[in-house]
């Protein structure tokens, strides 16, 4: 059985940081690009991160540049989301969630809402408030 399952969110106050983790199960990365979603509260969902292979680059959201980091462990199968200087904007549903590498290779699906990706997990909240 195919499945995504993140962790790590809570409550952090602004400027704060946290690391999300999500851990794949029933595929492997050799097969699938793994990254992050978002959705806050009355907005759409939108890409974070992407993390890159040998022919698929790693993908930053312009939110997300320069303030979060996209790490993975290949042996256990586990990809991280490191976020520092959290803002109360940052404040969302994460979602991890997986596409097919051949397709990555020929397009971003991070790029937008992600209604083409293959696997998707059960969100983490994360807030940021004082």
């Known amino acids: 059985r195919f499945s995504c399952r993140a962790s790590g969110g809570g409550l952090v106050q602004p400027g704060g940081s946290l690391r999300l983790s999500c851990t794949a199960s029933?595929?492997?990365?050799?097969?699938?690009?793994i990254g992050w979603f978002r959705q806050a509260p009355g907005k759409e969902r939108e890409g974070v991160a992407r993390m890159g292979t040998y022919d698929v680059n790693t993908y930053y959201s312009d939110s997300a540049k320069g303030r979060f980091i996209i790490s993975s462990d290949n042996g256990k199968n586990t990809v991280y989301l490191e976020m520092n200087n959290l803002k109360p904007e940052d404040t969302a549903v994460y979602y991890c969630?997986?596409?097919?590498?051949?397709?990555?290779?020929?397009?971003?699906?991070?790029?937008?809402?992600?209604?083409?990706?293959?696997?998707w997990g059960k969100g983490t909240l994360v807030t940021v408030s004082s």
């Open positions: 029933g595929f492997t990365f050799d097969d699938y690009v």
């Open positions: 969630a997986a596409s097919w590498i051949v397709k990555e290779r020929h397009s971003n699906g991070w790029r937008g809402k992600g209604l083409g990706l293959d696997y």
